[in-house]
């Protein structure tokens, strides 16, 4: 027999006639509930915490990675654990909780699979937190770990209004949550659980109206197979460039970075793919405006005044020949953000030289 703080999820029967698409209807659905929880994030996550606290839930606040390993230095030493069990995902990743727990001295395991040991708190990730009635959104096979201490992690922006909502975040395009997730809305018998919810400048990312969409993203990845940048750019480690993250790097007190606006094209396939809707062409615009906004001033001003008057007059680029201009780019233009640019080297003679000798002309 099941806990009974463990609900099962079941699809909801829509009623009524939908004379648009249930595609297209489930999308619109789901932008819309997305745009009212970032609307309302600090009202919902108050409203979250003080429904998971009433069904014997505790919840941790962390701004940064800093912040989490602070917390759960002090929960180990409380609770007089002796190592961490992490799961896979990217918050994990995010906060980098295995490299920070290690270096203090602390046993981390990778597995989080199988039985918990009883003095070993396990650390897992949230797909949602739900508000209403205050639960978390797991992956089954953690719920059966049983761990006495569990710890999971959720992002301020991951925060939905209400139970109703799941089936249209989880899965937009049949309003159907997955197979191996499930709802956790309070400790299992003797466990302690605790949500850490994190920031990791996700509100200054919410504070700046022009890339506040990208927080709708529910972590589908679909987007990952329209944009050719994300598809071609695997590393070693698995990490991908997705767009997403493209839009939000500028935004991040920590490493911010124009650098990856510029990379991805402006076509928008991906947001023809994206259940939540959100607009990619815009907001890589409007971060491309900023970083020159943010540049257009001092040397590189200077440099693009000189340059557009030596290439508009013909008698500049004879008198002072191509090679020097090469030269002149190369110093402005000798450093990038990947380090991979080398100096540009001009030909001998230019087009307009050639021509004339081959035509015979002074």
Not at 87 to 110: D, F, M, T
Request: proline share 6%; aromatic share 8%; hydrophobic share 40%.
């Amino acid at each position: 027999m099941s806990h009974p703080v463990i609900q099962a999820i079941t699809p909801f029967a829509s009623t009524g006639t939908v004379k648009k698409d249930p595609s297209v209807l489930l999308r619109e659905r789901l932008a819309h509930v997305r745009w009212k929880a970032l609307e309302q994030t600090d009202k919902f996550l108050i409203q979250f915490e003080a429904n998971i606290i009433r069904r014997g839930g505790k919840v941790l606040w962390a701004r940064h990675g800093a912040d989490a390993v602070s917390e759960l230095q002090q929960l180990a030493l409380t609770q007089q654990a002796d190592g961490f069990r992490l799961a896979s995902g990217p918050g994990i990743r995010e906060l980098g909780l295995a490299e920070q727990l290690a270096k203090q001295g602390l046993r981390v395991e990778h597995d989080a699979s199988g039985p918990c040991p009883a003095k070993t708190i396990l650390i897992s990730e949230a797909q949602f937190v739900l508000a209403d009635p205050g639960a978390v959104l797991l992956e089954r096979v953690h719920v059966a770990a049983h761990a006495p201490l569990h710890v999971v992690l959720a992002p301020v922006d991951r925060v939905l209004p209400a139970l109703r909502d799941v089936y249209i975040a989880t899965h937009p395009a049949h309003g159907i949550v997955p197979a191996g997730w499930t709802l956790q809305s309070g400790p299992l018998a003797r466990q302690r659980l605790y949500i850490m919810l994190y920031d990791s400048d996700r509100s200054n990312i919410m504070a700046e109206p022009g890339v506040r969409e990208a927080m709708r993203c529910i972590g589908c990845e679909g987007c990952d197979l329209h944009d050719p940048v994300a598809a071609t750019s695997v590393k070693g480690n698995g990490v991908r460039f997705h767009p997403i993250k493209a839009i939000c790097t500028p935004h991040i007190r920590t490493n911010p970075s124009f650098a990856p606006s510029f990379m991805h094209p402006l076509d928008n396939r991906a947001a023809g793919i994206c259940p939540a809707g959100i607009d990619f062409k815009r907001m890589f615009l409007f971060n491309r405006k900023l970083a020159a906004d943010r540049h257009a001033a001092g040397r590189p001003r200077l440099f693009y005044f000189l340059w557009k008057k030596a290439v508009t007059r013909r008698g500049v680029i004879a008198s002072r020949g191509l090679k020097t201009l090469s030269h002149f780019t190369h110093v402005f233009f000798n450093k990038s953000t990947h380090g991979q640019r080398k100096e540009m080297r001009a030909p001998r003679k230019s087009f307009n030289r050639l021509w004339r000798e081959r035509m015979h002309l002074n």
